[in-house]
């Protein structure tokens, strides 16, 4: 039985000790994430009974960025299966940026993780879909599905994405003349841009981790999401690329599978138990938001989650 007092203290602690921490900056390579105010803090925790407890500024809406990742991923494994996800994307970490071109020439322009670029991008190219706008109707979709119904496109963000992707833009090329992307390479760079665009709050961030801790269903809508045979290939994904470069030092440290975004959001996943989910826009060197790993990492460790204890 989860011990929602405890729960309540630990998430409330977290938010006390660290929302004001020092170090870090805002993304400021996209324009909309720069002006985001860089005092916003929250953390929050969803339970696969669904109960939602949360702190500081929980309902403030934040861009998903890469975090979108793992909903796309999980499209992905429906559509395709987790075999093809292996052999057409990959399932080990590269050992480099978030955004290395690099990292592709050394491995014959094979992404390696759905959870960089290169490989979200390839992701993105596999689900099945007829048109770019089915294609992005089908993942935009699944992140209500796992999050709520709220989630939604910012044109804002979108626009401020998609007049600066031109890196992404050469790596879906890449891809293409690698034969390791499945649809047209700008469609694919157009909607993983969009999918990246989309604005949620910490409490449905931590939804979509308790979604994942649950085997695939959601606890706040009772929907049974994905295929529970297919989440533990999403968190071994999520413990190998899920914080960039500090992939390792997270899974050494806090020791559960998590995520990050540019945004400012960092979920963990506690395997049948919980998401924690939190959100501040500064960001340390690798893209991971400085306050919302130590906000996660102080609730995983006073309520004693981690995998390999």
Not at 69 to 94: F, H, M, R, S, W
Not at 111 to 120: D, E, I, K, R, W
Not at 301 to 306: I, R
Request: glycine share 10%; proline share 5%; net charge negative.
């Amino acid at each position: 039985m989860t011990d929602l007092t405890a729960i309540k203290q630990a998430v409330t602690n977290a938010w006390q000790q660290f929302h004001q921490a020092p170090g870090g900056a805002n993304a400021d390579y996209i324009p909309f994430l720069a002006n985001i105010p860089s005092d916003l803090a929250a953390v929050a925790v969803v339970t696969v009974q669904g109960d939602v407890i949360s702190s500081g500024d929980a309902d403030y809406r934040f861009a998903i960025e890469s975090i979108s990742k793992v909903c796309t991923l999980a499209l992905a494994l429906e559509d395709i299966g987790p075999e093809a996800v292996q052999n057409q994307i990959g399932a080990d970490p590269t050992g480099l940026p978030f955004n290395s071109v690099m990292a592709l020439e050394l491995h014959n322009d094979k992404p390696l993780s759905p959870l960089v670029n290169a490989g979200a991008i390839a992701t993105v190219s596999a689900v099945t879909a007829k048109s770019a706008e089915e294609r992005w109707q089908r993942i935009l979709t699944m992140q209500r599905r796992l999050g709520s119904d709220a989630i939604a496109l910012s044109d804002e963000l979108n626009q401020s994405e998609q007049t600066t992707n031109f890196h992404n833009r050469g790596i879906s090329w890449l891809l293409y003349a690698a034969q390791n992307l499945y649809c047209d390479p700008m469609e694919a760079c157009d909607v993983y841009t969009r999918q990246c665009s989309t604005l949620l709050t910490t409490k449905e961030l931590a939804t979509m981790g308790a979604t994942l801790a649950g085997h695939g269903k959601n606890p706040v809508t009772g929907e049974q999401v994905l295929n529970p045979a297919h989440t533990p290939f999403i968190l071994a994904e999520m413990t190998m690329e899920g914080l960039y470069g500090r992939s390792g030092d997270w899974a050494y440290t806090v020791g559960l599978p998590g995520k990050s975004g540019v945004g400012g959001g960092i979920l963990a996943v506690v395997p049948g138990v919980m998401g924690i989910a939190a959100f501040s826009p500064p960001l340390d060197d690798d893209g991971n938001s400085v306050r919302g790993q130590k906000m996660v990492a102080s609730v995983a460790a006073a309520l004693g989650y981690n995998l390999y204890r």
